[in-house]
């Protein structure tokens, strides 16, 4: 296929990207390159593997020919992002997905969206299943990213019935893996952080909230699964192994060898609406598309620690 790859400089986009190629896809990379780095691409760009095109996808596409499959990964992600630009989110997720839906309909390709486990807000019901239609606070500290990845589902599944486009929609649960900003608030990266230049690993409140991490590896495959499938879903992606924060934080400590402690500090006001649960039901993605989560938490971490104790700017 040849394939266009929306936020393809980013975390999951440039593993997406490598996922892709290695399937012997043609590629071409879209990204302003705000969140994103060009260093995730480096390995590809050296080698001449793919097209990088920097350009805001708010703004009119460029001619770029004819897309089989369109993957939307435009969207910066973590907490920082919400509080520092929470306009351009929410022009991302509406306009920006328009024009991308508008160029898969004129190519007839697939449309990826990639959504997230945020459209359930601070749920209700656990684990989460794609029938729960969530508890969202609509005007919250992090509400540009909840409502842009709700807008977005709505936007593609509206382009569906009038014009027929074939779309998927993914809902990703979090994500850690290499590739991650070191800086970007998001609580994997933050904690090996911390934890290799010996300072404080920082949990808000007690700790006792829960996540479902899914390494990056497991996530692609699941979205290059629904890539290649009729099913509109939306479907869950995430691993529904559930650790506290604390559990966490005493994890990466025990593997990095670490000196650190565990500090409790207050909720930031922009955290405000953090759900205090989350995990995926991914019973739908294992009968529609086969896919399972397989990477264990130590054995992710374990790759990410590596990647992280290699770059010169974290230790």
Avoid at 245 to 259: D, F, H, K, V, Y
Wanted: negative net charge; hydrophobic residues 40%; aromatic residues 6%.
């Amino acid at each position: 296929m040849r394939v266009l790859v929306a936020g393809g400089g980013g975390f999951v986009g440039s593993h997406l990207t490598d996922h892709l190629l290695a399937c012997g896809d043609e590629v071409v990379v879209v990204d302003n390159f705000s969140t994103g780095r060009r260093s995730n691409l480096a390995h590809l760009a050296e080698r001449g593997q793919i097209e990088i095109v920097e350009h805001d996808v708010t703004e009119p596409l460029p001619d770029l020919g004819t897309f089989d499959a369109v993957a939307n990964l435009a969207s910066p992600a973590s907490p920082d992002d919400f509080a520092r630009i929470p306009l351009a989110i929410l022009e991302v997720g509406s306009t920006g997905t328009r024009r991308l839906l508008d160029l898969a309909s004129a190519c007839g390709a697939r449309f990826l969206q990639a959504s997230t486990s945020e459209v359930y807000g601070d749920p209700e019901v656990h684990p989460q299943h794609e029938d729960y239609v969530g508890h969202v606070d609509p005007i919250g500290p992090r509400s540009c990213y909840d409502e842009a990845k709700r807008f977005g589902e709505a936007l593609a599944m509206a382009h569906a019935r009038v014009h027929g486009t074939r779309v998927g929609i993914a809902r990703i649960f979090n994500t850690y893996g290499e590739r991650m900003a070191p800086a970007d608030g998001r609580v994997a990266n933050t904690f090996i952080v911390q934890a290799l230049r010996g300072e404080p690993l920082t949990v808000h409140g007690d700790g006792s909230q829960t996540r479902s991490f899914c390494h990056v590896s497991d996530l692609v495959a699941g979205l290059a699964a629904l890539l290649a499938h009729s099913t509109a879903g939306p479907v869950n992606l995430g691993n529904p192994d559930e650790f506290t924060i604390r559990t966490l934080a005493e994890i990466i400590i025990e593997m990095t060898g670490s000196t650190s402690r565990i500090e409790s500090i207050p909720m930031p006001e922009e955290r405000t609406g953090d759900p205090a649960q989350r995990c995926p039901d991914v019973t739908r993605a294992g009968a529609v598309l086969g896919w399972a989560p397989s990477v264990t938490l130590r054995d992710g971490l374990a790759g990410m620690i590596d990647y992280f104790r290699s770059a010169e700017s974290v230790v």
